[in-house]
């Protein structure tokens, strides 16, 4: 409701400037989201919005997991998290139209980008100095979402596009229709998408159970009676992977002599099953079989209610010093609610189990307001942006699951960026300051509290910390040409990153991952040390790209299992009463009351680490018949070690990416062979993951219409081989691997 508040007020404006501003105007351009220039300097990618609406309905990650340097930490459909050379979680952000997007991805691997990739201009793969005009602590890069719902130019003519997709993974389909025209001055911008997925199919044998694997390597009798336990359990599909998802935007936006102003309102609700949930509680028996057919007849899924306000706009100001200023608001709130609906069971047999079987909501909240301003004092010689941020977000989580107390960030950033041509370079120069506040608690809960009650100071001590420190970063890059066709590329970062709340203030069992997860409020900042070199080449038909890179990070924050703490499951669960009068033995004190033995514990730690890698690629364009066939091969590898020769966990392995594309007209033809190769290079706990290879092909046909209007119908068909396919920076890569082959049909009909 405050939201629309807001927007009426927003409205008012709107009127007014309408009756002051009645002469034409001229459109203003923005080529670029980043820099107000036809090219981005130092990007790794950007992908124009066909490929998203002319594709399978994804997430983020996934559509995005073709393109070298850039790969997804999945878990099931629904989530798949972004990976940038190895970097993920904190280290890369996600934004919408410049503005970090802020939901709870950060809390919980289990939890989805919340971003609506309907009607999208396209997306922007960012490192470098550009990026640190956006967001802090992007050790890895940005990824940002651009589109036209608040438009800095002014609709020409009235658009509707309405469309429909069917997948057959998942039996399921999306509907969407879009809106954009120009009243009464006012460009108006409207979109809904409506997509429901049921539970994906894999192939025969994907599904491994093995949530002792981490647990007892020694113990090879129980995880043989473990895997023959599941061997009839091979159902073809992955339960609790359903996916159901509905976003609305609306925008208004006016244009005048003096700049634009705009608001806009994005809000998605969506349903997502959770196709891996740990188990905290062992049966009394030592036995988990019975807690397995427990859960393999429960629904446990998440809700997501998310809605966004945003203003933007630019004045041109037209000075001696400012040329213009761009501004921004945000308002966000985010919820996500995990649940668990148990089926009626005929035999209960123990009360304790009946106990076991009641579970009430966890709800992770995320409110957060953001402001900025970006200051261009561009001159004829140079590009030049200075940048103001605050941002105050609120972090909680309360419920049967709740392993956060509340916390707060606040932040206040001001930036700098340059952009000059020096004869012999170019050369791009980004820096930030972050004042950076973080306040929060951890809870000593004492024994008997069975949920870890959110009122910790009821059942036990509070230890309350605020972290109040500043941050520097900076990154220069210097270009030159070394001929017509050939040009390289030098870049260094330095990039600083506070810990975020998760990090220094998690505390309690996190059931996604199978991991009692346990912050440090210590933990200093993280510092990124970045060298990298690009070679390109073009002379037309002919390119090639050659990417080298060195990133060492001072304190680098890792989940990292304990070893000690899954050798011998029944031996800890025997001697659990031992344990509760000598707790301060544990780490945690009071863990194993709690009956975590079925968890692995793991805890925030740090340490240097080096990440080096490449990326290379070529490729080749042949004129065929009436139209042009594209080849191309690139390949990306990315190695990652801690200093004392422990290689950092989940990293994806290498790939090979061969790629085919024909244009003819109004016809698109491409198919893709993603090569992965076997991850031999494991961090603690960690189990080697097989290689696979993931063939996708699409074609695309456009029919023209009458007037502008025009039908453009997509076949596509992913997984072509039926591959066995798991990520291994998934933390449910045995559990929950890949869909399986999935055909498909999508049209877009516009008029």
Known sequence: MKKFLN?????????????????????????????????????????????????ATTSLGDAIDEYLGVSIADYGSAVGQPIIRGMSGPRVKILKNGVVNRDVSGLGVDHLNDVDLNDISQVEIVKGPSSLLYANGTIGGIINVVDDLISTKNFEIPEVSVGYESQS?????????????????????????????????????????????????????????????????????????????EA????????????????????????????????????????????????GEERIFSTTDSETFSIRGSYNVNGNLINKIDFTYRDSDYSLTEDHAEEEHDEEEEHEEEEHEEHSPTVFMNEAVEYGATFDISNDSSTQKV???????????????????????????????????????????????????????????????????????????????????????????????????????????????????????????????????????????????????????????????????????????????????????????????????????HHEGEDDDHGHGNLIHANYMQEDAEFDGYEIEFGRSFDLGSGELALSFGRDVVNAEFADGHYVPRINPARNIYSLVYTQDDLLF?????????????????????SYQMLNTRLTKTFKGMGEGELKVSLFANNLLDEVARNHSSFVKNEVPLPGRNYGLKFNLTF
Not at 251 to 277: Q, R
Request: hydrophobic share 30%; proline share 2%; charged share 30%.
């Open 7 to 55: 927007a009426v007020i927003v409205l008012i404006a709107f009127h007014s400037i309408n009756i002051i501003s009645q002469d034409e105007v001229e459109e203003i351009v923005v080529t670029s989201a980043f820099i107000d220039t036809s090219e981005i300097n130092n990007p790794l990618y950007i992908i124009d919005g066909t490929e998203f609406s002319d594709g």
């Open 387 to 585: 940048v103001v941020n605050f941002v105050d977000e609120d972090n909680s989580i309360v419920g049967e699951e709740a392993f956060m107390n509340p916390a707060n960030s606040e932040e206040l950033t001001i930036g700098y960026y340059l952009s000059k041509d020096l004869g012999m370079f170019d050369l791009d120069f980004g820096f930030r300051l972050d004042q950076i506040e973080r306040s929060g608690s951890v809870s000593e809960e004492e024994h008997g509290d069975d949920h870890g009650d959110e009122h910790g100071d009821e059942h036990g001590d509070v230890d309350y910390y605020n972290i109040d420190d500043t941050t520097s970063s900076f990154a220069v890059t210097l270009g030159r040409s070394l001929g017509d066709n050939l040009g390289v590329s030098l870049g260094y970062a330095s990039v600083e990153r506070l810990p975020s709340s998760i990090e220094l203030f998690m505390n309690g069992p996190h059931m996604a991952t199978g991991r009692f997860e346990v912050g440090d409020p210590n933990l200093n900042s993280e510092t990124s040390n970045n060298f990298d070199i690009t070679f390109n080449f073009d002379n037309g038909d002919f390119y090639a790209l050659a990417s080298f890179y060195i990133t060492d990070v001072d304190n680098y924050i890792a989940l990292i299992d304990e070893e000690d703490d899954h050798m011998d499951e029944d031996e800890h669960h025997e001697d659990e009463d031992e344990h509760h009068e000598g707790e301060d033995e």
């Open 248 to 295: 609305t935007k609306f925008g208004l936006s006016k244009v005048t002599d003096w700049g634009y102003i705009g608001f806009g309102i994005d809000n998605l609700e969506s349903v997502y099953g959770i196709p891996f949930h740990g188990d905290e509680h062992e049966d009394e028996h030592g036995d988990d079989h019975g807690d397995e057919e427990e859960h």
């Open 670 to 690: 491409k198919l893709m062979l993603k090569d992965v190769e076997k991850q031999n290079d494991i961090g603690e706990g960690e189990t080697a993951t097989d």
């Open 169 to 245: 993974v998942n039996d399921g389909n999306s509907e969407f229709v879009n809106l954009k025209g120009n009243v009464g001055g006012l460009n108006v911008n409207f979109g809904y998408k409506n997509t429901d997925f049921g539970n994906y199919d894999v192939p025969s044998g994907a599904v491994i159970h093995s949530e002792e694997e981490h647990h007892d390597d020694e113990d090879h009798d129980e995880d043989e009676h473990h895997d023959d336990e599941h061997s009839e359990e091979d159902l073809g599909y992955i339960n609790n992977s359903d996916f159901a998802v």
